[in-house]
């Protein structure tokens, strides 16, 4: 990969994290309403009661991000550029025999990756699930989209870092890469790649709070709390 692309993808990673911490310093911890604990009965009967996620529908989660059918479109189609775009790793032929390699090895990157999240989130006790933005306004959703790409819920609802979310898609390219691409390959090509992946959960937020609908966030702290006085969806 040339030294522009991991320039562009670490300067958009960048401008993904540094619009938050500023924005977080630019406003006092007092400046926020926390959901769980407001005394507004009209704001709890708009947000319900958030429940944690059962063991077994976090297994079912793990098993349709691992295995389902968006988890195999996906890969066939980050196998596809691989193959026909990028020629990645060189050493594979441009064959049905070759698109099956990398589709194989794309397969098992998602595989660890998932089973790093859903492990990392069993041990820690949070909740990785996307839920929509509390608040009105691209401005606010689009943030919002691009923090839960690095933050889970606890047991209470409220928002936490995650590192399930922000490490794992990292761990299953740098194994895949190092174990099971042919050569000596670098480590560095597999950071690379959950760079992107980074890159792609964000994308693919902003789809779940713009266009796919996922759950309403209910009860707790979202990322960034919530002002007084501001609506709320």
Not at 167 to 181: C, H, L
Request: hydrophobic share 45%; aromatic share 12%.
């Amino acid at each position: 990969m040339p030294r522009s692309g991991s320039a562009i993808v670490l300067a958009a990673l960048a401008a993904m994290v540094l619009p938050l911490s500023a924005s977080a310093e630019r406003r006092p911890p007092e400046a926020f309403t926390l959901i769980a604990n407001t005394d507004s009965a009209s704001a709890r009967a708009e947000f319900g009661a958030y429940e944690f996620p059962s063991a077994r529908r976090q297994l079912r989660t793990w098993a349709m991000n691992a295995t389902g059918p968006w988890a195999v479109a996906g890969n066939f189609v980050g196998a596809s550029w691989r193959h026909w775009a990028t020629d990645e790793p060189a050493e594979w032929d441009t064959d049905a025999r070759g698109l099956a390699r990398r589709f194989g090895t794309a397969s098992l990157s998602t595989f660890i990756g998932e089973t790093t999240l859903s492990l990392s989130s069993a041990a820690l006790r949070q909740d990785a699930n996307y839920y929509r933005c509390p608040r009105t306004g691209f401005g606010p959703r689009a943030r919002h989209a691009v923090a839960m790409a690095f933050m889970a819920r606890d047991p209470q609802g409220n928002a936490v870092f995650s590192p399930g979310k922000t490490f794992s898609p990292f761990v299953g390219p740098v194994i895949v890469v190092t174990a099971f691409y042919p050569g000596a390959q670098s480590w560095k090509g597999g950071l690379l790649s959950g760079a992107y992946g980074l890159l792609i959960n964000a994308g693919w937020n902003a789809a779940r709070e713009f266009v796919v609908q996922a759950p309403p966030w209910r009860s707790g702290r979202p990322p960034g709390g919530l002002v007084e006085g501001e609506a709320t969806r």
